[in-house]
């Protein structure tokens, strides 16, 4: 992640831990304030990438999650899998679908701030669908 929210609980692997109820804050991927803030998830292998769904929070701010921008990465290159505008609302599944030949290692999430704004991306789950 671009950052961790001070709190022991917050960590990026809260985001790929198979809970898809986030109800209090102890689950979440959360960052701190950043200019758009980034979630980075590493495939382990080169995968092309079909859909990426999100699981927002389920206890409040829901509307955080907004102009998510996901990427698929692979060797320094980049192939854009597709754009959330958004806002969501509190436990919203959002699924972005790539186009064909989004190949890569890591799946980026960021949030598209303005120039100027700084933002939180916190997120319960995120689910990631390949090719195998």
Request: glycine share 6%; aromatic share 10%; charged share 20%.
């Amino acid at each position: 992640m671009s950052s961790k929210f001070p709190s022991t609980n917050n960590e990026a692997s809260n985001a790929v831990d198979n809970v898809l109820k986030c109800i209090s804050g102890l689950y979440h991927a959360h960052t701190s304030l950043d200019f758009q803030p980034w979630i980075k998830i590493d495939l382990q292998a080169i995968y092309d990438v079909n859909k990426v769904t999100i699981y927002n929070r389920q206890d409040c701010c829901g509307d955080r999650l907004h102009d998510v921008q996901v990427t698929i990465i692979n060797n320094g290159t980049e192939a854009s899998c597709g754009f959330y505008k958004g806002p969501a609302d509190i436990g919203d599944q959002i699924s972005v679908y790539c186009v064909s030949g989004a190949a890569g290692r890591y799946v980026l999430m960021k949030i598209l701030s303005e120039p100027g704004i700084v933002e939180y991306l916190t997120v319960c789950e995120v689910q990631v669908f390949v090719d195998v």
